[in-house]
């Protein structure tokens, strides 16, 4: 019985012959295969009973004395049967039929051919025999693979187009492989890629496939690529990964050079490095380019809480051949040491940044005394402080100047020198005034520099009496460093009069409030500084004063070891380190930490700040 299969093209194909077949309805069922562009067939010829022979190889294009792995199955309603024997031959290129030898593995058969050394088409006959519900069966189907000289794939060349005589940032450039087989066979479906830099570790610009390229010709296969800055190596890459073999590796790789020129940019700040608290100042950013146009650009500040602007935070430049500046006026709220931070953006380079500090200043001098006296030939004492509320920042060269006008107009100065005001502290200066032979009152200047810079003024004036010897002014208080609504013992006691007897002791508080006596008591309900004034009168109706600086604080948190505001474990964890010796202890933090009251620190004081916490 001849079987002739007329494919859906209308290509015939080759008719196939059955020996002996048994009686009833055959099938025929061709498959198909495309084997280096050449149309392939397998035939699977059976009974319409379900009962199906099958062979496959692992691949069906293989190279010159390359093995070749077969598998064949004969299944029942897709189960194996289990009664049969199986032979498979195969017809060489050269007309010669050898047989395969099987190996038979639960009910599946596989077998190996290594005599592949011509090339061409081979052809596998795969025949089974048994018997199946009683009744036997001979069943036979072929297929056919091919043998071929391995494809030699190299990249020829590699070369630009699309290109400009400077390529700059952001072109885009075409590169252009010329990918050549030099073997003997075809190589289908090769991929080439595309790096930048390195084909290991650099970047994969992307990939092609071409198709089909028969030996002994070549194909250009194309990728663009935006151009990034600098010197560059581009490589062209056949992997090792592709469908087929090749018959030399070495030459799968090539690379070209490129030079990518862009804009070069330097980024500069200038703006003061100290301001007054409420000063403004300008800040200007300067962009130098010494490269090719910086396209699109862009400069944007960016300020932190404690300084602000009513310019626009983004200032656009545009097209930058050279140098440009941005500006930008700024007010100080805050006092402390800020940050100010430029970026420069553009549409054909990386964001630039730029940054430096900045410190706002903000030092106060305290009050002077009111209403000063002295006589003629004495001394005239007035205390000031020196306040620095910045709490980041301590400042060097800062002098007082006092200048003196007296009653006839001529002028005296005197200077006081800080050589460090710490970072958050205040410092206290005693000015002496000596100069008082004229009668009359004497106008007082008090002006804070830093270098050349005034930081701030304060103004006064005294009386000078007659000659008489006045009194001689002076008082200490307790405690030193007292707290809000503290009483504090202001005592006179140490005030005399070199001809006479004070008679009067007159105090003046600094808040509005005033008392007499030698010994007095005050205390003050808000935190601050407050200067302290007493003037003494003798016998004679003379006068004296003197002022001190009294600073009032709030009352420390008993417990409160880190000086935070709140009980927490980290003052529970000082009060452990003092009790065992780790951590000094002086009077001050022995107030605080003893909390139980005994006159020292122990672990009885860190378990009682924990108790508080959780209360």
Known sequence: MNITYYPG??????GYEI?????????????????????????ITSLDTNLT???LPDKYNYYPGEQINLTANLTYFDAPVANNSMTLKIARPDGKVENITLNKINESYSGTYNNTNITGQYGIIATANGTLNEIEFIRQTTTSLWVEQPPDLMVKNISFSNLNNTPSIGDNITINATIENIGDGNATNATIEFYVDNPTNGTLIGDEIILNITSNSSEVVSMDWVAEYGLHKIYA???????????????????????VTGPVINLSLTMPVEVNLNDTFDVEALVENSGTKLIGA???IMLPSGLSTSDSLTITLGNISQNKTANWNITANQTGLHEICINLASDNSQVCTCRKNISVVHIELSDLPANLT??????????????????NVSYAGL?????????????????????????????????????TEKMGFYEVNVSLFMGSVLMDNKETEFEVGNATQPPIANFTYTPENPVINETITFNASSSYDPNGNISDYNW????????????????????????????????????????????????????????????DSADAAIALQIAVGSRPCNPETLAIADVSGDGRVSSLDALMILQMLYE
């Open 9 to 14: 093209n209308g290509t015939e194909i080759e």
């Open 508 to 567: 003046s508080f600094g808040d509005g409030s005033n008392a007499t006596g030698i010994i007095v008591t005050h205390s003050y309900p808000a935190n601050g500084t407050y200067n302290v004034n007493l003037t003494v009168t003798d016998n004679n109706g003379a006068t004296n004063s003197i002022s001190k600086i009294v600073t009032v604080c709030y009352e420390p948190l008993r417990g409160d070891l880190d000086s935070n505001g709140i009980l």
């Open 298 to 300: 862009n400069a944007t």
């Open 399 to 435: 002098y007082l100047n006092t200048s003196v006008r007296d009653p006839t107009g001529n002028i005296s100065s005197s200077i006081n020198n800080i050589s460090l005001l710490h970072a958050g502290e205040n410092e206290t200066l005693g000015i002496l005034w000596n100069q």
């Open 237 to 259: 890459v056949i992997p090792a990964s592709n469908p087929f073999l090749e018959g030399n590796y070495t030459n799968n790789i090539a690379f070209n050079s490129i030079n």
């Open 19 to 43: 020996k002996n077949p048994t009686s009833g309805t055959w099938k025929a069922d061709v498959i198909p295969i495309n084997v280096s562009g050449k149309v392939n067939y397998t035939l």
């Open 53 to 55: 022979l099958s062979v």
């Open 374 to 391: 002295c006589y003629q030939g004495s001394n005239l004492t007035m205390a000031i402080q020196v306040t620095n509320f910045n709490p």
